[in-house]
């Protein structure tokens, strides 16, 4: 099992994102603070003050996400 652990630069990285490490840092705070029923909810974990995200965490909700856009994306062209 992958105990690999991420903090918000690695996650950015990972995802690609661009900004400064406040408004990334803002913008996974924004995703950890929605209601944990929400598909969006960013599971997360505290070390110090310092948010930390596991691997296998990440990976779900890339699965669970990816999914709900493929769904968007399909009932749209399903609509034309």
């Not at 918000?8 to 840092?25: D, S, V």
Request: a positive charge; aromatic letters at 6%; zero cysteines.
């Amino acid at each position: 099992m992958n105990q690999e652990v991420l903090d918000n630069l690695q996650l950015a990285e990972r995802w690609k994102l661009i900004g400064t490490q406040t408004a990334i840092a803002k913008r996974f705070q924004r995703l950890r603070a929605l209601p944990k029923s929400n598909p969006r909810h960013l599971k997360a974990f505290k070390i110090g003050n310092q948010a930390r995200y596991r691997l296998l965490d990440i990976m779900e909700y890339e699965d669970r996400n990816a999914q709900r856009s493929r769904r968007t994306i399909g009932s749209n062209q399903a609509s034309r």
